[in-house]
């Protein structure tokens, strides 16, 4: 545990340092409740699962427990903290959050317990909400946490742990500036879910209705337009192929031809973080699996299907044992192909077709009977257009979430330890 000394240094000396046991009190979860009583239950309790996902206690998010007249349990209340006393990981253990509604008949789960402060006017929960999260609570908590396949946190040593408490002027702002961080980051992930729910459902109308057709035909893959054709993967390529499939690790070097693996494989992108490379000599054994721009890489174990389409600044690198198709250009856009592969129809064909045991295993002859709707070049490239504005909105959006995380990460190291200062207006400490 950190010394009284080396932690007051962590902080600026007008924030006191105190005991938990001297500021509140812990208490047990549930005991004693059977299948039954989780079933059909009269009032919610608080889980693991709800106390690990949240900052603050979603109410909406809790489950049923029923509660029978006279049975003495711990009912929790407006600004407890809950934590997580029980996991498979010691990283989990001591995880905590706060209930922020003022409501009945909420309990805690048994592999949890409660924290009660004895004022929460001069121990405000939203700002311990985050500093329970935080780097420094984090660093203490995980030394105690007990066991080896199953970790378990004690009640008694965690109340033993130290805690700065700041002027409540100061742990209001704080907690204020963290929460508007936490609402943009809320409403960013809102913007990405809806896009994506948009999109995958205009995919799947763009991919097999077109754009603007009235009458269709009946097919194996379903209706589509007259004027669209069904061919199969290996009508539309001029080669399919496996990558490089032998050994590749005494091969491997800090520069060279990069070699791309299935980790760098998402859809519709490829993926050059983590990106490994190989010697020239074994890069000219296999000149022969050579990749060019436009080729399409299709995953094979793992995710089966998920592809990406090949760009310009990977000409002539290599794969590691994932499929690569070789479109005709001048009747498929890659792009497009690419996109119908990763839709629902394709990855139902690709994961229906598939072989092998537990681990699934595509292969070229599954891929090449891959049916595929081939409408005219120029609404191809009609569809690749619209779908890829949304992957670009989408994309645009989850850099911005990244930031607002990298963000709110930043604000809680130099906020919660008082490295950065905030300004309280003198009202706001008249109010407090």
């Not at 909400?129 to 908590?141: A, D, L």
């Not at 192929?241 to 800090?254: D, K, L, M, P």
């Not at 919660?416 to 009202?427: A, I, M, P, S, Y």
Request: glycine fraction near 6%.
């Amino acid at each position: 545990m950190v010394s009284r000394t080396k932690l007051a240094n962590e902080f600026p000396k007008d924030w006191e340092i105190r005991k938990l046991y001297e500021i509140g009190s812990t208490y047990s979860g549930l005991t004693n409740k059977n299948k039954e009583d989780f079933e059909n239950g009269n009032s919610k309790f608080i889980t693991y699962k709800n106390i690990y996902n949240n900052t603050f206690i979603d109410i909406n998010e809790l489950e049923s427990v029923r509660i029978n007249p006279g049975e003495k349990q711990n009912e929790v209340k407006y600004g407890d903290v809950f934590f997580t006393g029980s996991s498979e990981t010691p990283d989990e253990v001591g995880i905590s959050s706060v209930l922020l509604e003022d409501i009945k008949n909420v309990y805690l789960n048994s592999f949890c317990f409660g924290f009660r402060f004895n004022d929460i006017n001069l121990t405000i929960p939203e700002f311990y909400g985050y500093y329970f999260r935080g780097p420094i609570f984090r660093r203490e908590v995980y030394p105690l946490a007990q066991g080896s396949t199953r970790f378990n946190l004690s009640k008694s040593e965690l109340i033993k742990l130290k805690i700065p408490i700041p002027p409540v002027p100061e742990q209001r702002k704080i907690a204020a500036i963290l929460s508007s961080v936490d609402e943009a980051i809320e409403k960013t992930e809102t913007i990405i879910e809806q896009t994506e729910k948009v999109k995958k459902g205009l995919m799947q109308q763009l991919l097999t209705k077109g754009i603007g057709h009235t009458k269709f035909k009946k097919t194996e893959i379903g209706e589509i337009p007259e004027e669209w054709d069904i061919k199969r993967l290996e009508e539309l390529s001029d080669r399919i192929f496996v990558g490089i499939a032998t050994s590749t690790t005494e091969h491997y070097c800090e520069t060279g031809i990069p070699i791309i693996r299935n980790q760098n494989i998402k859809e519709n992108f490829l993926d050059s973080n983590d990106m490994m490379f190989i010697t020239e000599h074994f890069d000219m054994e296999n000149r022969n699996k050579k990749l060019k721009p436009g080729d399409i890489l299709t995953v094979r174990t793992g995710y089966p299907g998920t592809s990406c389409v090949v760009p310009d600044s990977f000409e002539g690198a290599q794969t590691f044992t994932t499929l690569v198709t070789r479109p005709k250009h001048s009747i498929i856009d890659a792009e497009f192909l690419c996109r119908y592969i990763n839709s629902h129809i394709g990855k139902k064909y690709v994961l229906g077709g598939q072989v092998g045991g537990a681990q699934k295993n595509l292969n070229v002859s599954v891929m090449a009977k891959l049916p595929v709707p081939v409408p005219p070049m120029n609404e191809q490239k009609k569809i690749r257009d619209i779908l890829i504005s949304f992957e670009n909105k989408i994309l645009c959006e989850k850099h911005q979430l990244e930031t607002l995380e990298n963000l709110k990460k930043s604000l809680m190291q130099s906020l919660l330890t008082g490295k950065v200062r905030v300004k309280v207006d003198e009202d706001e400490v008249m109010s407090s």
